[in-house]
């Protein structure tokens, strides 16, 4: 089973989506900015992708700043708390598969984690091709 914490307004988070489903898999979708965290769901979470709340906070795009998180002086104690009460907070999208758990950025991270790939080519949303022909993974020459 994959399951994807997902964010629909994040062009990354349905980048991973489609190569997920576009690889043959059906996963099960958690939209956490609706549904929010529970402190186990969150802690069990971070600790399988051995993410720490600093590692894991969404500093743009979130209310990181205006919460005051970014200070180096603020605990992760604060920082996952906050988390709790701001899910945009959290990075995305964080990917669990039977082969481990990842914050999948850049979307091609979710690679790692998938037995089966979509046939290349393959590009994602962008037009960024991140498989060759033969279904390997693109090295750009730039």
């Given amino acids: 089973m994959i399951v994807i914490h997902h964010n629909p307004d994040c062009g990354t988070s349905r980048n991973v ?5 576009d690889s043959g898999y059906s996963p099960v979708v958690i939209e956490y900015i609706k549904e929010g965290w529970t402190n186990a769901q969150l802690q069990g ?37 906050a988390m709790l ?10 990917v669990c598969s039977p082969k481990g758990v990842k914050l999948c950025r850049p979307s091609e991270t979710v690679l790692d984690l998938l037995e ?3 046939q290349g080519p393959y590009y994602k949303e962008d037009g960024q091709q991140i498989l060759d022909t033969l279904g390997q ?3 750009s020459s730039n």
Avoid: M, Y
Wanted: hydrophobic fraction near 45%; include cysteine; charged fraction near 20%.
């Fill in 85 to 94: 009460e701001h899910p945009i907070l959290v990075n995305r999208p964080i």
């Fill in 45 to 81: 979470l971070l600790a399988a992708a051995d993410l720490t709340p600093r590692q894991a906070l969404r500093t743009t795009k979130s209310p990181a700043e205006a919460l005051g998180l970014l200070d180096e002086r603020v605990s992760n104690e604060t920082i996952f708390s």
């Fill in 116 to 118: 089966c790939w979509p």
């Fill in 137 to 139: 993974r693109f090295i």
């Fill in 17 to 21: 989506l489609k190569i997920i489903q």
